[in-house]
């Protein structure tokens, strides 16, 4: 263990640490083995310690950054719905902590990178497609809508961040103009598209392995809407920290889809019209990324996230290379990243 250190340097872990102390009794925690656990993109951060016979993370939410509020409530939506979530132990929400039941200590991400066969990594995958399944049938009650004018704010990290800081590019006019029609287009497509609780990033590092069970443990829901179904499909097979080649992508799309057609979901009952619909979802979601993962490391100087941009550029390139509507942001992806031209068989 690493217990945490210079806690008299950090304001907010000395109320953390008060705000435990208090519960220390009720819940058997183990002060001395106050551990980080893991921190996100945003301002939160997790602890892990020792209570009784097990362990139990802790969540600080520092206000007004954070709000633990729609973490709770999403919690109980997902809860009620059998999903394997959290439970909700202690909460002060006025300071920003929860106390939290463990859910595990591997992701699939950290699962998949230590090396899986073949047998075991589908039986993961296909647990996650069961609770996706099972999560889009969920309450929405006191959600908000995933609208146009959410998604269309999303892209415009693009340009921004990607393209002109990241990739150092000054787009023309034709190109800006190129760009705003391009994400017209696929906004439109995707609210178009029946909708369900979207959890937002339901991918890898977001899935933990819980070895009691084969449904996955599932967190950082917080950010939870009303959207596109399949915008969390899309998110799963196109992850941004894991690539997959396509025969992979398209085995666990179509398992996706038929237990959500068995299950009565609103996916469409022609699977070339469901793949061609996640796809330009994944389009969507992937242009988005490459704009926040640059952000990241040039606002925020969080650079590890650079490593992964190649990796979304591949999924960006591999469905706008598809479709010939997107050829001319496929001639803006080639100028940006210094490639040739590139060609080949569209629909």
């Not at 915008?231 to 992979?248: F, G, H, K, N």
């Not at 606002?299 to 590890?304: E, F, L, N």
Request: proline share 5%; net charge negative.
């Amino acid at each position: 263990m690493n217990p945490v250190t210079n806690l008299s340097t950090d304001t907010r872990l000395l109320a953390l640490q008060q705000w435990l102390n208090g519960l220390a009794g009720q819940h058997e925690l183990d002060m001395s083995t106050l551990e980080p656990a893991s921190s996100d993109a945003s301002f939160r951060r997790y602890f892990r310690l020792q209570a009784g016979h097990g362990t139990v993370i802790v969540m600080d939410a520092p206000p007004p950054h954070e709000d633990c509020g729609p973490f709770v409530h999403v919690t109980r939506l997902l809860a009620e719905a059998g999903l394997n979530v959290p439970t909700v132990l202690a909460q002060n929400q006025s300071d920003g902590f929860l106390l939290l039941s463990d859910l595990g200590r591997v992701t699939f991400y950290q699962a998949v990178q230590a090396g899986l066969d073949d047998a075991s990594l589908q039986t993961l995958y296909r647990g996650a497609l069961g609770a996706l399944v099972r999560m889009q049938q969920a309450s929405t009650q006191g959600l908000h809508a995933f609208d146009a004018t959410r998604l269309m704010e999303e892209l415009s990290v693009f340009p921004e961040w990607y393209a002109q800081t990241h990739c150092n590019a000054a787009l023309t006019d034709a190109e800006q103009t190129m760009l705003r029609d391009t994400f017209a287009m696929l906004v439109a497509d995707n609210i178009g598209q029946p909708s369900v609780l979207v959890h937002r990033d339901f991918h890898s590092p977001n899935l933990l392995v819980d070895q009691n069970t084969e449904q996955p443990g599932i967190i950082d829901y917080q950010d939870a809407l009303i959207g596109p179904i399949t915008y969390d499909i899309a998110s799963l097979v196109m992850d941004a920290r894991t690539s997959w080649e396509e025969p992979q992508q398209l085995d666990w799309a179509i398992r996706y889809w038929e237990t959500a057609r068995a299950q009565g979901l609103p996916v469409s009952p022609d699977f070339a019209a469901f793949h061609r619909a996640y796809e330009w979802m994944s389009l969507q979601r992937n242009l988005r990324i490459l704009g926040v993962f640059a952000r990241l490391s040039h606002r925020d100087s969080k650079h590890h996230y650079l490593d992964h941009i190649p990796r979304v550029s591949a999924y960006v390139r591999q469905v706008a290379s598809r479709y010939g509507v997107f050829r001319p942001l496929m001639r803006l992806l080639d100028k940006l990243e210094g490639r040739q031209t590139a060609t080949g068989f569209t629909f």
